[in-house]
């Protein structure tokens, strides 16, 4: 689609000159992009990003009372945090007697993989 912007010729008259750009389109349906917004702001905070990458990292999932200390913040923060990102389908968790433990989903893992790509293209 060819897109024109008006434009005075010398005899005053409107001339069409072409424009420099297209249209932008949206490559995402509109349910795709607000998943996406909120899986980013299910991580956009230190709190939340840290306890994924501390869960990612675990072997064998973690449990939210090993978080809080090395969160360095209460509970109910921690318990927020791991609600938060498994509601956005980042973690999984599981229940063994009175202690859930959280692992990371395979969409969690390839979101920390691309964000390591990136970290280590910027520092080249």
């Given at each position: 689609?060819?897109?024109?912007?008006?434009?005075?010729?010398?005899d005053?008259?409107d001339?069409?000159e072409p424009?420099?750009?297209?249209?932008a389109?949206?490559?995402?349906?509109?349910?795709?992009?607000?998943a996406?917004v909120?899986?980013?702001?299910?991580?956009?905070?230190?709190?939340?990003y840290?306890a994924l990458?501390?869960?990612?990292?675990?072997?064998d999932g973690a449990?939210?009372c090993e978080?809080?200390?090395?969160l360095?913040v209460?509970?109910?923060?921690v318990?927020?945090a791991?609600?938060?990102?498994h509601?956005?389908?980042?973690l999984?968790r599981?229940?063994?007697?009175?202690?859930r433990?959280y692992?990371?989903?395979?969409?969690a893992?390839r979101?920390?993989d691309?964000l390591?790509d990136?970290?280590?293209?910027?520092?080249?």
């Amino acid at each position: 689609m060819d897109t024109q912007h008006a434009v005075e010729g010398a005899d005053g008259s409107d001339a069409r000159e072409p424009s420099c750009c297209g249209e932008a389109t949206q490559p995402l349906s509109e349910r795709e992009l607000a998943a996406d917004v909120r899986t980013l702001a299910a991580v956009g905070t230190e709190t939340r990003y840290e306890a994924l990458r501390l869960i990612a990292a675990s072997e064998d999932g973690a449990c939210g009372c090993e978080l809080e200390p090395a969160l360095g913040v209460s509970q109910g923060a921690v318990s927020q945090a791991l609600s938060r990102l498994h509601t956005a389908g980042l973690l999984t968790r599981r229940k063994e007697g009175r202690w859930r433990y959280y692992s990371a989903t395979p969409r969690a893992e390839r979101l920390l993989d691309v964000l390591d790509d990136t970290r280590e293209v910027d520092n080249d």
